[in-house]
Structures are given as C-alpha cells and as structure tokens.
C-alpha cells in the first residue's frame, strides 16, 4: 500500500508542473498618477472690500515733495480720514504736520471702489485757483498705502504748476477719530 505522502504527491506533481509552466511573469506595478491640485483647493475669490470698510482715521508717515522748494521732507506724521459721503461714495482728508509748516488736502466724489484700490482724479477749485488731485490708494486690513500729487492753477491761466506729492504709509486708528 501506498503511503498518504507518496499518494497526496502523485497527485500533486503534475498540477504543480503544469502551474509552473503557465505562470506569467509579474508585471511592474502601474506607474503613480501625478499631483493634480483640485482648483477649488487653492484658488480663491477676488479680494473686494466695501466701502464702508474704508471709513476711518490712519495715522502713519509721509514722504513729501514740495515742488516749489525742489525737496523732500522724510518722515513727517499724517492724519488721514476718510468718511462716506452722502452720493453714497467717499472723501479723503489728509493734514500734514511739517518742519516748516503743515499741509493738507481734500479730495471729494471718490466712487465706491469694487476692491482694496481707491484711484483717480478730482479737481477743487474757484476764479482764484484751481486744484487738480492725482491719488491712488491701496487698503490691505487696517494699513493703507498711497500718492497723492496736487497740481495748483493760479488765476484763468488754466496752466498747473508742478505737482506736491504725497507718499504715505498709515495704520487705522483705534477709537473716535480726532477733531
């Protein structure tokens, strides 16, 4: 009689040769996908401010340009208000407190701005003299940032003379704003 190991090896023998021979050979695993960001992930609305987070008071500094004296004066402190208007858009005050003297402007009918950058021109004026404002500002959370070029015509002229230019840099202030 056979013994059960032989009989469960004759068995076997031939499955596994015909196994043997039929086995592929291993494929390599499929290559990784690249990194494709979903875009909803890192991208992001515009960035729009509304009007009325413009409103307030900022202190800060000011280079200023006086084109009459051909010079610059570094550093001088600047108050700056800016406060709705009742057309539904803004003004901006600015008052600058100089070695000789203090400055300021005003510059009304700023549309709302649709982001965080207020532009454009404005002119004031009367018979006597006319001003004709260039400002860009820019607002990112409570800091501001912008020029202000004044042009000033004397009499009926009608010719500016060369512009002052404001360049500051201010910080919203906390609490009522000073009268």
Avoid at 15 to 35: D, E, N
Avoid at 81 to 87: D, N, T, V
Avoid at 159 to 173: C, N, S, T, V, Y
């Amino acid at each position: 009689m056979k013994s059960p190991l032989r009989t469960c090896l004759h068995y076997l023998a031939p499955l596994l040769t015909v196994g043997c021979a039929t086995t592929s050979t291993q494929q390599a695993p499929p290559a990784a996908k690249a990194f494709e960001p979903k875009a909803a992930k890192f991208t992001t609305a515009a960035l729009t401010i509304a009007s009325d987070e413009w409103v307030g008071w900022y202190n800060g500094k000011v280079d200023f340009y006086n084109s009459a004296l051909e010079n610059w004066q570094k550093d001088s402190p600047i108050s700056l208000i800016i406060q709705p208007e009742e057309e539904g858009g803004l003004r901006l005050l600015g008052h600058v407190m100089l070695t000789a003297g203090r400055r300021s402007f005003y510059i009304g009918d700023i549309t709302k701005p649709p982001g965080n950058t207020i532009a454009g021109e404005y002119t004031d004026g009367n018979s006597l003299s006319t001003t004709r404002y260039v400002y860009t500002l820019n607002l990112s959370d409570s800091f501001i940032t912008g020029t202000v070029k004044t042009f000033t015509s004397q009499g009926a002229t009608g010719l500016f003379q060369p512009a002052d230019e404001w360049r500051f840099d201010a910080k919203r202030g906390i609490g009522l704003a000073p009268r």
